[in-house]
């Protein structure tokens, strides 16, 4: 049996079961890598590349990927900064996106970094909630849980809570207000500073630019529609594309066809503009990918 030690392929640390999988699947199948039915195993196989996904706890990749065990990691930033691992962080990955907040009981005596001091804060991040407030030189008294920290002011374990939020709804359930958010994360790519084979660094610098060009893809739309031939110079003045727009004329006389990339930010207005310029038949696609 292979032992985890004897390969050589590239290996990336994803999360096994949790808010960041599907996602981070999703993004690795969007560049083209193809994997075995991932579900069961905690180790799979890419098919296409020399490059092997091991399946584990998110809490867990910072430091396997500072030891090495693997080279990449798709882990949440909160998850990099309490560990403070010595990971390089390659880029944002912009889903996952919460952030860490201070959270109190609803008409408590709590309402600025100041009056924390001396009470009891239970949080799963122990190590950025300290960093906080040691900062500020306010003495509080951190409680560590692994789980449910919105019920701990209930349970009179703490005064107040310091968790991730994305929509804020736990906490308004559980009778909290959001009062300080300590730190914005996002999913994050990050990678070992153990030295790399030649072979793995450009495999990563290959993954990379697939990122960069499956993420400006994301952000953008190609956009198809017909106009009259004299709309052609009002309608280039309209669309902030990335490069001068494809014309190409169509059997009826004096019509054209424009073919162009607009950035997803402006598509609406861009939408609504051409069509007040005569454009009409405005077809909007997604794109998969896009290389400079
Ligand atoms: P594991 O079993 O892998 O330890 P977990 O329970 O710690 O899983 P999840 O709840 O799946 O982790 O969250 C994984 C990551 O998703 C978080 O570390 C964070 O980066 C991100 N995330 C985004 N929104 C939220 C949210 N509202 N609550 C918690 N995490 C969130
Ligand atoms: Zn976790």
């Known amino acids: 049996m292979r032992t985890l030690d004897s390969t050589t392929s590239l290996r990336i640390a994803v999360q096994k079961s949790g808010r960041l999988t599907d996602k981070t699947l999703n993004l690795l199948e969007g560049i083209g890598l193809k994997f075995d039915d991932y579900k069961r195993s905690l180790l799979v196989k890419c098919l296409n590349f020399d490059v092997e996904l091991l399946l584990i706890r998110d809490d867990d990749i910072p430091e396997y990927v500072q030891d090495g065990v693997c080279d990449l990691g798709f882990v949440g930033a909160n998850v990099v900064e309490e560990d403070q691992m010595d990971v390089e962080i390659l880029r944002g990955l912009n889903y996952g996106v919460c952030r860490l907040s201070l959270a109190v009981p609803k008409d408590g005596d709590i309402k600025k970094p100041e009056d924390f001091a001396g009470k009891k804060i239970a949080t799963s991040y122990p190590g950025i909630t300290k960093r906080y407030f040691e900062k500020k030189g306010i003495d509080v008294k951190v409680i560590t849980l692994s789980g449910s920290v919105e019920i701990a002011p209930r349970l009179e374990i703490a005064d ?16 909290l207000d959001e009062l300080i958010n300590i730190f914005d994360s996002e999913t994050q790519l990050i990678k070992t500073n153990k030295p790399l084979s030649e072979g793995k660094q450009q495999l990563i610098e290959k993954i990379l630019q697939r990122i960069e060009g499956y993420q400006k893809a994301g952000k953008s739309r190609y956009i198809m529609m017909n106009a009259p031939q004299e709309s052609v110079e ?3 003045e309209i669309i902030p594309s990335l490069k001068s ?13 424009i073919h162009t990339v607009v950035p997803l930010s402006t598509f609406w207005d861009v939408m609504e503009r051409l069509k007040e310029a005569g454009a009409t038949g405005i077809v909007m696609l997604p794109i998969e990918s896009m290389i400079a």
Not at 160 to 175: E, F, H, P, Q, R
Not at 245 to 257: H, S
């Open 234 to 236: 009002r309608i280039k």
């Open 160 to 175: 107040a809570i310091c968790d991730l939020v994305s929509t804020g709804n736990t906490l308004k359930a559980n009778g």
């Open 245 to 257: 727009p494809t014309v190409m004329p169509l059997a009826d006389n004096g019509m054209v066809a």
